[in-house]
């Protein structure tokens, strides 16, 4: 097949022609892509927002929350499998554990919890161990806290001297806090030496087990206060 072939009806023609626009067309769209991009993207500036910039956090909440029984000296070891959008950053982890030991008439005998935790799977935080007693007025046993990114508070705030680009490296979680979040608790039950007739001796206590990851998206706009300038 020689060029005759290729135009001897102008249907042919036609089709020869797109051909060619299209072969000559599709190399130029594509190398012009990149650079269509990174304008789009350098629109304001390769830094994004600058100036006077209010900083706020959406939160989401994941929790986990069980209750156990446990006699004196009894373990239970608690399992929270934190799984987090990319696109999010953990701010904190918190573990609850409540208890109020009413088993008693009187005052004294009262119960108490020990708590360590086990974050070999997490990296970049470290164990805590805590304790607390089973008091009453909802403030009976222990809270562990820990800050997977670092001085986490959620608060918002207006920012005068970061460029939107160094606001997002500033407040990430580095990919950190994903996995198993392991804890145990052990009871120590108190009991009355020399129980009254009639009343039940106290031996176990119940515990209430409360896992909350606090994650973020950070929002950053212009600061409503730097337009009047
Ligand atoms: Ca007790
Ligand atoms: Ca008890």
Request: with cysteine; aromatic share 10%.
């Amino acid at each position: 097949m020689d060029f005759q072939d290729l135009v001897d009806t102008p249907q042919k023609v036609k089709t020869l022609a797109g051909t060619v626009v299209f072969l000559v067309a599709f190399p130029i769209y594509f190398e012009a892509l990149p650079s269509l991009i990174d304008d789009g993207l350098e629109g304001g500036g390769s830094s994004g927002l600058s100036g006077s910039l209010q900083v706020s956090f959406e939160e989401v909440s994941t929790t986990l929350t069980e209750s156990v029984t446990l006699g004196d000296g009894q373990s239970h070891d608690s399992f929270f499998d934190l799984m987090i959008e990319t696109e999010l950053s953990i701010g904190y982890v918190q573990l609850q554990i409540s208890c109020f030991d009413n088993d008693e008439a009187g005052p004294g005998f009262t119960d108490s919890v020990d708590g360590e935790s086990d974050l070999s799977d997490i990296e970049g935080v470290d164990d805590q161990t805590a304790d607390g007693a089973c008091t009453g007025g909802g403030n009976g046993g222990f809270t562990m806290r820990w800050d997977v990114t670092e001085g986490y508070t959620g608060e918002s705030y207006s920012e005068q001297n970061m460029t939107e680009k160094e606001i997002r490296e500033f407040w990430n979680d580095g990919g950190r806090g994903r996995g198993a979040w392991i804890a145990t608790i052990t009871a120590d039950i108190e009991a009355v030496p020399v129980p009254i007739a009639g009343e039940a001796i106290d031996d176990d206590e119940d515990f209430d087990i409360s896992w909350t990851a606090v994650s973020y998206d950070l929002i950053i706009g212009v600061s409503e206060s730097s337009t009047q300038d």
